[in-house]
């Protein structure tokens, strides 16, 4: 009992430390990103100023941006180009030339600029974010109107609203944990999974922003843990209620979600049940197949009135899962042919997983995109291959796999209509960050064959690899951003501090803080680490 307790002691210390450094890590990119260099987050920012000032939620196509964006993104140097950008264009502003707008002179919010006039103008720019539901929206909208940034400046608005989605990744971080611990039974190989975030620049430069992404992360965080305890014995109608329930609530935010669904059924039908021990399988599974079915059906009952009412609604009254926001106009993009539709597919999405930053401007070397992306595959091979949570493997492969699938498949079906391909991106497949991390997790516990004493190890050298990995990707994204061709580092500083919604004194303390934050805590996981003793690892679960 003791050492029982000892190991839940040291797991929730070394928990909250992973937490703290994500937090940290989240909290210096969504000061580092520029203001709206990062997918549209100028219409998730005005559709939240929208709801914060009672305009509703438009129709599709009928929503318009606000006079306020038209000047923030003035006052924010939008849209001159990032120095790091992949090709010069000599007939665009850079960034780089243009003076930082004074702070305390930028625009405040108020209801005249937070609204569209009435009537619309005719040139007025459409925000096609109203094709999504308002979930996100709303939450972002609550917060403003309870903490009075609502009547803020712009610049300070928008990091509450990036901070918020940074509070939403770290909120996401304890079930990977939890479903690897679960799936493993070790607590020092599942807390591989925490970290993993900060392997991926590009999570930092869309979670370090104001958009509906933060919301499918947490959502399908607690849906991939739910169903990594469906499928080692948690069948209880509690948990079937809690399944649909978080479905839900990230259907409240995207259609990504959705793509869970298969992964929950495939967690219903491979879970063991009462019996399925002592009688043979299939005789085991044909006596509990109305039990299984009930408890699934449950779960996907209860996620269609929570929010796949949505999108049924959606087919019922347009005819299309998603109605379009805003057309697309693809007269200036190359055709793709047909024998390389599917490899620049393939390419585009794992660039832009990995790091593409700004509106896909400055990609992340192929090369390491490549081989983090064979990273992840072996590992998810390794989880599915070797023998002890297979079965759970499954589950967890099955949102990342279907994210990837499903994006690719959309860009196809317009490709076939246009030989362009369009709305490749690898946040689509965010949802699946969870179970990536906790796929790593179980590939590492086995690949340290199921040892304590050399999963603890490993979990101290992937908390520091992922401190390196994290500190050199903003690096890399503070040089992209900020350091013109002839720039010092100092220059680059100076600029940022120029650009930040906060004063230089305060983004230098913040930035110490996180450093120190950052470093503190994979010190308290190193030193958690190598304090404990060898525990005994339980029996494999499936």
Not at 326 to 349: E, F, H, I, K
Not at 404 to 426: C, E, K, P
Not at 497 to 512: D, E, F, Q
Request: hydrophobic share 55%.
């Amino acid at each position: 009992m003791t050492a029982r307790v000892d190991r839940d002691s040291t797991w929730r210390r070394v928990l909250a430390a992973l937490m703290l450094l994500v937090a940290a890590w989240g909290t210096v990119w969504a000061l580092l990103n520029p203001a709206f260099r990062s997918p549209d987050e100028q219409t998730h920012f005005n559709s939240v100023l929208r709801l914060a000032y009672g305009g509703g939620w438009p129709a599709p196509g009928h929503a318009y941006v606000a006079p306020l964006i038209d000047q923030a993104e003035k006052e924010a140097g939008w849209p001159g180009d990032l120095p790091g950008r992949h090709y010069k264009r000599p007939d665009q502003p850079q960034l780089v030339d243009i003076t930082p707008s004074v702070r305390a002179d930028r625009t405040r919010i108020d209801a005249a600029n937070a609204l569209p006039p009435t009537p619309v103008p005719s040139d007025a720019v459409v925000d096609q974010m109203t094709q999504h539901p308002p979930g996100w929206y709303a939450v972002g909208a609550a917060m403003l109107r309870v903490t009075g940034l609502a009547h803020a400046r712009w610049d300070q608005a928008l990091l509450a609203l990036r901070l918020m989605d940074v509070a939403m990744l770290v909120a996401a971080v304890p079930f990977a944990a939890a479903a690897a611990r679960r799936l493993t039974g070790s607590w020092p190989a599942a807390l591989v999974a925490a970290p993993f975030p900060l392997f991926v620049p590009e999570v930092g430069n869309i979670l370090g922003a104001a958009n509906n992404d933060a919301l499918v992360v947490l959502a399908c965080a607690v849906v991939i843990w739910l169903s990594v305890r469906v499928v080692t014995g948690d069948t209880r109608w509690r948990t079937a209620a809690g399944l649909g329930v978080a479905l839900g609530l990230g259907l409240l935010g995207k259609v990504m979600p959705a793509f869970a669904v298969p992964g929950i059924v495939a967690a219903y039908a491979l879970a063991p049940w009462p019996g399925s021990v002592v009688r043979p399988w299939r005789l085991a599974w044909r006596g509990t197949f109305w039990h299984r079915a009930a408890r699934c059906a449950t779960a996907l009952a209860v996620g269609l009135a929570a929010g796949g009412w949505w999108w049924a609604r959606n087919v019922l009254t347009t005819g299309a899962v998603q109605p379009v926001g805003l057309p697309r106009d693809v007269s200036n993009l190359a055709t793709v042919p047909g024998n390389q539709m599917v490899p620049r597919a393939l390419r585009r999405v794992a660039q832009s997983f990995w790091g593409h930053l700004s509106w896909l401007e400055v990609p992340l070397d192929l090369r390491l995109v490549w081989a983090g992306s064979v990273v992840l595959a072996v590992a998810g091979l390794v989880a599915l291959a070797v023998r002890g949570a297979r079965r759970g493997a499954v589950v967890l492969a099955g949102l990342p796999m279907g994210l990837t699938v499903g994006v690719i498949f959309n860009a196809w079906q317009f490709w076939s209509r246009t030989h362009v391909l369009v709305a490749l991106h690898g946040r689509y497949v965010y949802g699946g960050l969870t179970a990536l991390g906790a796929l790593l997790a179980v590939a590492l516990w086995h690949a340290a064959r199921h040892r304590e004493s050399r999963a603890r190890v490993t979990l101290a050298v992937v908390a520091s690899l992922a401190l390196i990995a994290g500190a050199a990707g903003i690096v890399w994204a503070f040089v992209a951003f900020y350091r013109g061709p002839h720039d010092t580092l100092a220059d680059a500083a100076t600029r940022w501090a120029g650009w930040s919604p906060v004063s230089p004194g305060v983004l230098l303390a913040v930035v110490i803080t996180c450093g120190v934050v950052a470093l503190g805590a994979v010190a308290v996981t190193v030193r958690a680490v190598f304090a404990v003793g060898a525990d005994r690892v339980p029996e494999l679960r499936p």
